[in-house]
């Protein structure tokens, strides 16, 4: 965000914790957008986001004092609707698992016989079907690891910004962010070089 | 043996950072060497890689939809007016 920006959106804020509702609505212009599209990644359902959407910045609204300027409004907004997408996760299934992905051994990328994708990604994520692929491979990643990889490789948060937008350390970020990756590449491999699995299963 | 076999653990456990260049440069210069000569880390480097950047060029965004951009200033404006009184 250039420093212009950033003191407009300080301005906005500042006008805001005033309690002038136009100079809040101004920044919900801003970040609905980007806000909308993380909590329908995250949770997966139209209806469900929209309701989360609201909470989320009547939450900022009346929370808006506490808002203190270390971060952005964004990171901030994107801070409160994941606690609330979290909240609503927890609310239907009490107990969240703590999934551990795994990380494949050396031994076994040597068994798999694991070869290169023979294509260009910036090419292939314009097709319709990859795309598909992808979000269908987002969807199976648990919880707290799908909110890391949206955030960090879909939103384009910095490792910083991920951090303070989930409430926990960068090196937490790091490690989860890692093995959602190698997560999604086991499902993307399956669709774009199913012989490795087949090499796995000694076929 | 031992030592390579620890090394090939802590590099898997590094490439992310490793395609994010936010390792220290002797922890890549020491990645750099085991890729030179271990095709199968190679190829799994690459397609993580690739799966980074197949999501990193994906994420355009759904525009919100009309009526929920509505229905969410409707409803800030009724609440967030009620908080004031």
Known sequence: MSSENRAEENELIGRAKKGEFEAFEELVSRTEGKIYNHLLRLVNNPSDAEELLQETYLSAYKNIASFKGNSTFSTWIYRIATNHAFMLFRKRKPELPLDELPLPTHEELKRREIRDWDFDPADAAQSGEVREILTEAIKELPENYRAVVLLRDIEGLSTAETADALGINEGAVKTRLHRARIFLREILSSHFAPEELEAMEGK | ?85
Do not use: Q
């Open chain 2, 1 to 85: 043996m031992a030592y390579d076999k620890l090394s090939c653990k802590e590099i898997l456990e590094k490439l992310s950072e490793y395609i994010d260049e936010e390792l220290d440069p002797s922890m890549c210069d020491e990645i750099d060497e085991h890729m030179g000569d271990c095709p199968p880390c190679v190829a799994f480097m690459n397609t993580l890689k690739k799966t980074v950047k197949l999501y990193n060029t994906s994420g355009d965004e759904v525009e919100i939809p009309s009526p929920v951009r509505t229905k969410l200033h409707d409803f800030l404006r009724r609440r967030c007016t009620d908080e004031k009184e």
